[in-house]
RNA sequence: GCGGGAAUGCCGGAGUGGUCAAACGGGCUGGGUUUAGGACCCAGUAGCUUAGUGCUUACCUAGGUUCGAGUCCUAGUUCCCGCACCA
């Protein structure tokens, strides 16, 4: 049998697509969820990383479906967004006519893989089907307080021409556009109260089958610290200031309030006011450029704080290096134990003040070369003198929370989610403004507010200019309104897909409580690492916030994560169109098929490391493969020997564990091995027959419903039942000894070839015990070493022929050897 | 600066307390086969040694725990990743 690819490789997608072999619904059966992030169908189409992720997938899947567990294994796409909107724009196409043909063509390139899915239950978030459970879950969110609006600095991309979530600000920059820095605007914009969630949010994540990276990064995104509140008197207002330094609190010499606070202007004097400005436009001009190099600037506001203990007036300077949306937006400085503090007042020559000594010695500040922020004893305190640090941060909160003047306090980096971005191919935001009676929420009868198709683009956001999507009327008072024309973060669309899937052709609810309960959460979830502190985060957020609205019972959507590796180019550098190393999936599973491809992306390196792309490396893979049908051609059905069975049930045991542990690789490498072991083989049983192409099926799922059927199976191995691993089967004995042949013959080439013997006479002297194993195999030798002499003694044999008195050399599993 | 991860042959990578470190793949070298190239097959690829056997040295560095460590602990070096003036 000449091995085809193409033909059996159509043949079973095209079987598995009619029959609809991987629709699920809800059975009795365990459930298990495997899920890989859906894709953003991009124009260019699907990528190798992509192929890698579904793989990684569908063997998984595959697997788990074989041992009998209810799978439910969906795709979909996560087609709203700026890119298509953009390309859209720039062929002058629309974005629902491109965005169409990106799915489409994704999904002839995934099943072109053979991916296991159940395409009954695909959903594109571009679909108004999908989208208006978006404005469903807006509203519930609104009803519970977790929506707002508010005027506040927010990010704004230039490039992208919306503004952007604090997740989606990469070092300055924004997340799709590396080299645009983002410009803080003061808008009007609506948020999502991610931070009510902050400490649950934080305290499950080492409950997370996560990998460390990813749990770490979240938490420190969400940045719990404990310290304590102040209170500042200024200018007869009272400031709550965040420090974790309380103990330093008799240190203060200055305050600093962030150069973005919306109430700065309120502080400064009119003799200040043009030093501020000038100050002001200063860091708007220079906050483009070398953010990270950014040097410490400030000036003086002309108000004074008044120190709640010692009543001193503090001077209060405005910064460039205190952030507006953390804590107060406003930081009492102590010089002498903050190293920021300390350049500061070093630059401007604002006096230093000790009040925490190392050692007994008192320490002068004009010695100081840097901040002292160690441990020490309080000095300058008051009545505070002579505690040690940890001690004093106690005391001093206890007293100041007895005085009313401040109290234990815990703050977090986490911000609310801005959701709102002024782009046209996302969904609607379902708010309407009255003149009369001001913001309101769109009615749930009146979903869903359907994005219109025709609009003008070019001209800012296009439905802003939709005068038909614009004009409405209110909700409450049937008066003219006006709609909402912002739409909403993509990430909204990505933060419940996975519930969909659970339902996704009901038409009255988001999906029905009974199937969702019963699929979630996900039990394994494969992706990327780039959505750590963006879609994980959202997707956990939103699924505790849809318990609490009763839709679902679990805490967390993904109980498992799993993140595959980057995949490089044969040149070592990342796949990219630029640098010209890109290698297309289709193009692969035509040349070689899609068995091969799945193969040689696992057998690599583990799924979860970076590798790159290899043609060898893919080649012998395609080779290997070709040996399969080969094997099977020249196989009788009937009776294994031991050997056979030992080998089928040690793959089974061991290929099982490396599955379920997602080293694919090291599964690879014994299929490789047994391939080679049974090509030696011309008969075994069929149920022998039948394990080794189940254990196959995951990676290579065509070539084995192709093989399953030629042993007179009907379809589909698919659905078969993973092979038991008989572990009494498996025999050390034949291991142990195939080791001692397999020595041993190696042994005898390598003499031949150093006496370059052409047909030796050889002498095989082996212990006792062993002359058994010897003897069973002397035909095999003599096949392998090419000499059809081979003798076998006893190193105790009195027949013995020795010439050389090699026997008494031998050894437990070593024989020496004679040649002559 | 803070946090996470890693360091094994020419290369990619196995191996997480013990019967053998380097499986498996690639590369390279030699041999076979071939009109040639490719493909295929065999062997070698730390050092010394033996016709094969055998011995020694080796898992970033330095200490430590242990009968026993690539594997655990401590310190350091280097690299990768993430966050970055979070008070």
Same mark, same amino acid.
């Given at each position: 049998?000449?091995?085809?690819?193409?033909? +059996?490789?159509?043949?079973?997608?095209?079987?598995?697509?009619?029959?609809?072999?991987?629709?699920?619904?809800?059975?009795?059966?365990?459930?298990?969820?495997?899920?890989?992030?859906?894709?953003?169908?991009?124009?260019?189409?699907?990528?190798?990383?992509?192929?890698?992720?579904?793989?990684?997938?569908?063997?998984?899947?595959?697997?788990?479906?074989?041992?009998?567990?209810?799978?439910?294994?969906?795709?979909?796409?996560?087609?709203?967004?700026?890119?298509?909107? !953009?390309?859209? +724009?720039?062929?002058?196409?629309?974005?629902?006519?491109?965005?169409?043909?990106?799915?489409? !063509?994704?999904?002839?390139?995934?099943?072109?893989?053979?991916?296991?899915?159940?395409?009954?239950?695909?959903?594109?978030?571009?679909?108004?089907?999908?989208?208006?459970?978006?404005?469903?879950?807006?509203?519930?969110?609104?009803?519970?307080?977790?929506?707002? #609006?508010?005027?506040?600095?927010?990010?704004?991309?230039?490039?992208?021409?919306?503004?952007?979530?604090?997740?989606?600000?990469?070092?300055?920059?924004?997340?799709?556009?590396?080299?645009?820095?983002?410009?803080?605007?003061?808008?009007?914009?609506?948020?999502?109260?991610?931070?009510?969630?902050?400490?649950?949010?934080?305290?499950?994540?080492?409950?997370?089958?996560?990998?460390?990276?990813?749990?770490?990064?979240?938490?420190?995104?969400?940045?719990?610290?404990?310290?304590?509140?102040?209170?500042?008197?200024?200018?007869?207002?009272?400031? &709550?200031?965040?420090?974790?330094?309380?103990?330093?609190?008799?240190?203060?010499?200055?305050?600093?309030?962030?150069?973005?606070?919306?109430?700065?202007?309120?502080?400064?004097?009119?003799?200040?006011?043009?030093?501020?400005?000038?100050?002001?436009?200063? /860091?708007?001009?220079?906050?483009?450029?070398?953010?990270?190099?950014?040097?410490?600037?400030?000036?003086?506001?002309?108000?004074?704080?008044?120190?709640?203990?010692?009543?001193?007036?503090?001077?209060?300077?405005?910064?460039?290096?205190?952030?507006?949306?953390?804590?107060?937006?406003?930081?009492?400085?102590?010089?002498?134990?903050?190293?920021?503090?300390?350049?500061?007042?070093?630059?401007?020559?604002?006096?230093?003040?000790?009040?925490?000594?190392?050692?007994?010695?008192?320490?002068?500040?004009?010695?100081?070369?840097?901040?002292?922020?160690?441990?020490?004893?309080?000095? !300058?305190?008051?009545?505070?003198?002579?505690?040690?640090?940890?001690?004093?941060?106690?005391?001093?909160?206890?007293?100041?929370?007895?005085?009313?003047?401040?109290?234990?306090?815990?703050? $977090?980096?986490?911000?609310?989610? @801005?959701?709102?971005?002024?782009?046209?191919?996302?969904?609607?935001?379902?708010?309407?403004?009255?003149?009369?009676?001001?913001? @309101?929420?769109?009615?749930?009868?009146?979903?869903?507010?359907?994005?219109?198709?025709?609009?003008?683009?070019?001209?800012?956001?296009?439905?802003?200019?939709?005068?038909?999507?614009?004009?409405?009327?209110?909700?409450?008072?049937?008066?003219? *309104?006006?709609?909402?024309?912002?739409?909403?973060?993509?990430?909204?669309?990505?933060?419940?897909?996975?519930? #969909?899937?659970?339902?996704?052709?009901?038409?009255?609810?988001?999906?029905?409580? =009974?199937?969702?309960?019963?699929?979630?959460?996900?039990?394994?979830?494969?992706?990327?690492?780039?959505?750590?502190?963006?879609?994980?985060?959202?997707?956990?957020?939103?699924?505790?916030?849809?318990?609490?609205?009763?839709?679902?019972?679990?805490?967390?959507?993904?109980?498992?994560?799993?993140?595959?590796?980057?995949?490089?180019?044969?040149?070592?550098?990342?796949?990219?169109?630029?640098?010209?190393?890109?290698?297309?999936?289709?193009?692969?599973?035509?040349?070689?098929?899609?068995?091969?491809?799945?193969?040689?992306?696992?057998?690599?390196?583990?799924?979860?490391?970076?590798?790159?792309?290899?043609?060898?490396?893919?080649?012998?893979?395609?080779?290997?493969?070709? #040996?399969?049908?080969?094997?099977?051609?020249?196989?009788?059905?009937?009776?294994?020997? =031991?050997?056979?069975?030992?080998?089928?049930?040690?793959? +089974? &045991?061991? /290929?099982?564990?490396?599955?379920?542990?997602?080293?694919?690789?090291? *599964?690879?490498?014994?299929?490789? =091995?047994?391939?080679?072991?049974?090509?030696?083989?011309?008969?075994?049983?069929?149920?022998?027959?039948?394990?080794?192409?189940?254990?196959?099926?995951?990676?290579?799922?065509?070539?084995?419903?192709?093989?399953?059927?030629?042993?007179?199976?009907?379809?589909?191995?698919?659905?078969?039942?993973?092979?038991?691993?008989?572990?009494?089967?498996?025999?050390?004995?034949?291991?142990?000894?195939?080791?001692?042949?397999?020595?041993?013959?190696?042994? +005898?080439?390598?003499?031949?070839?150093? @006496?370059? @013997?052409?047909?030796?006479?050889?002498?095989? $002297?082996?212990?006792?015990?062993?002359?058994?194993?010897?003897?069973?195999?002397?035909?095999?030798?003599?096949?392998?070493?090419?000499?059809?002499?081979?003798?076998?003694?006893?190193?105790?044999?009195?027949?013995?022929?020795?010439?050389?008195?090699?026997?008494?050399?031998?050894?437990?599993?070593?024989?020496?050897?004679?040649?002559?």
């Amino acid at each position: 049998m000449t091995y085809n690819h193409k033909a +059996i490789e159509k043949k079973w997608q095209a079987a598995w697509d009619a029959k609809k072999t991987f629709k699920v619904t809800e059975s009795s059966k365990k459930k298990k969820y495997i899920l890989e992030m859906f894709p953003y169908p991009s124009g260019s189409g699907l990528h190798m990383g992509h192929a890698l992720n579904y793989t990684i997938g569908d063997i998984f899947a595959r697997f788990q479906r074989m041992l009998g567990f209810n799978i439910l294994y969906p795709i979909g796409y996560d087609a709203l967004g700026l890119p298509a909107e !953009n390309a859209a +724009i720039k062929a002058k196409s629309h974005p629902k006519k491109f965005t169409d043909d990106a799915i489409k !063509n994704f999904i002839t390139q995934q099943k072109a893989l053979g991916l296991s899915y159940d395409w009954s239950r695909v959903l594109r978030t571009c679909d108004v089907e999908y989208y208006k459970w978006n404005q469903y879950f807006f509203l519930k969110l609104f009803e519970k307080d977790l929506v707002y #609006r508010k005027n506040a600095p927010v990010n704004w991309c230039s490039e992208c021409n919306t503004v952007l979530a604090n997740e989606q600000v990469h070092s300055g920059m924004c997340w799709r556009h590396a080299s645009t820095p983002v410009v803080i605007k003061q808008l009007e914009q609506w948020f999502i109260k991610t931070t009510a969630y902050a400490d649950e949010l934080l305290d499950t994540i080492p409950k997370l089958d996560w990998p460390d990276r990813i749990k770490s990064m979240q938490e420190n995104w969400i940045g719990k610290s404990f310290g304590t509140e102040i209170n500042f008197l200024i200018n007869d207002k009272s400031w &709550k200031i965040f420090t974790t330094r309380p103990d330093t609190l008799f240190g203060v010499t200055f305050m600093v309030i962030s150069a973005q606070h919306s109430q700065l202007m309120d502080l400064v004097t009119a003799e200040q006011k043009p030093t501020v400005e000038k100050f002001l436009h200063k /860091i708007h001009s220079t906050s483009d450029a070398d953010l990270d190099v950014l040097e410490k600037d400030g000036v003086f506001t002309g108000s004074y704080a008044i120190h709640p203990i010692t009543e001193e007036k503090i001077p209060i300077w405005a910064g460039n290096f205190v952030i507006a949306e953390y804590g107060s937006g406003m930081v009492m400085a102590v010089p002498a134990h903050d190293q920021r503090d300390f350049e500061f007042a070093k630059k401007y020559e604002i006096s230093i003040k000790v009040v925490i000594q190392p050692g007994a010695k008192e320490v002068d500040p004009e010695d100081m070369d840097s901040a002292f922020v160690n441990d020490g004893v309080l000095v !300058n305190s008051g009545k505070f003198d002579g505690l040690k640090k940890d001690v004093a941060i106690e005391e001093i909160t206890t007293f100041l929370d007895k005085q009313k003047m401040g109290k234990k306090a815990v703050q $977090y980096k986490l911000r609310d989610w @801005l959701v709102s971005r002024q782009r046209y191919w996302g969904t609607p935001i379902p708010i309407v403004y009255c003149d009369d009676c001001g913001v @309101l929420p769109v009615l749930e009868k009146d979903l869903p507010i359907v994005l219109p198709e025709k609009v003008k683009f070019g001209e800012g956001n296009p439905l802003a200019s939709n005068e038909e999507f614009v004009n409405t009327s209110c909700p409450k008072c049937k008066g003219k *309104a006006r709609r909402e024309t912002d739409t909403m973060d993509t990430f909204f669309d990505s933060s419940w897909y996975f519930l #969909r899937y659970t339902d996704n052709l009901n038409k009255k609810l988001p999906f029905d409580k =009974k199937k969702g309960n019963y699929w979630m959460p996900v039990d394994v979830y494969i992706g990327g690492a780039e959505h750590a502190c963006m879609h994980l985060m959202y997707a956990r957020f939103f699924t505790k916030a849809l318990r609490d609205l009763g839709f679902v019972k679990c805490d967390e959507p993904f109980t498992k994560l799993f993140n595959q590796g980057m995949l490089h180019g044969e040149d070592g550098h990342v796949m990219a169109k630029s640098r010209g190393n890109v290698i297309n999936p289709l193009d692969i599973t035509k040349q070689v098929g899609a068995d091969a491809l799945r193969l040689f992306l696992v057998s690599v390196a583990a799924p979860d490391k970076d590798f790159a792309w290899s043609s060898s490396g893919l080649e012998s893979i395609a080779k290997i493969i070709k #040996r399969i049908p080969l094997l099977f051609e020249n196989l009788k059905l009937g009776n294994s020997n =031991k050997k056979v069975e030992s080998k089928i049930n040690k793959a +089974i &045991k061991e /290929i099982s564990e490396d599955i379920t542990s997602f080293d694919y690789n090291l *599964a690879v490498i014994k299929l490789r =091995k047994l391939i080679e072991d049974f090509s030696q083989v011309d008969e075994m049983a069929k149920a022998d027959a039948e394990s080794f192409l189940k254990i196959f099926h995951p990676f290579c799922p065509h070539l084995t419903e192709e093989l399953w059927g030629k042993i007179g199976n009907k379809p589909f191995i698919s659905l078969a039942d993973w092979p038991k691993c008989n572990e009494k089967k498996i025999d050390k004995k034949f291991e142990q000894e195939e080791e001692l042949i397999s020595k041993t013959q190696r042994d +005898i080439v390598h003499v031949k070839g150093l @006496l370059k @013997l052409e047909k030796p006479k050889v002498y095989i $002297y082996c212990i006792p015990p062993e002359v058994k194993i010897f003897e069973e195999q002397q035909e095999f030798l003599t096949s392998v070493t090419g000499s059809k002499f081979v003798k076998v003694f006893a190193s105790n044999a009195k027949d013995i022929v020795d010439p050389e008195k090699k026997a008494k050399k031998a050894k437990p599993g070593r024989p020496s050897i004679y040649l002559e």
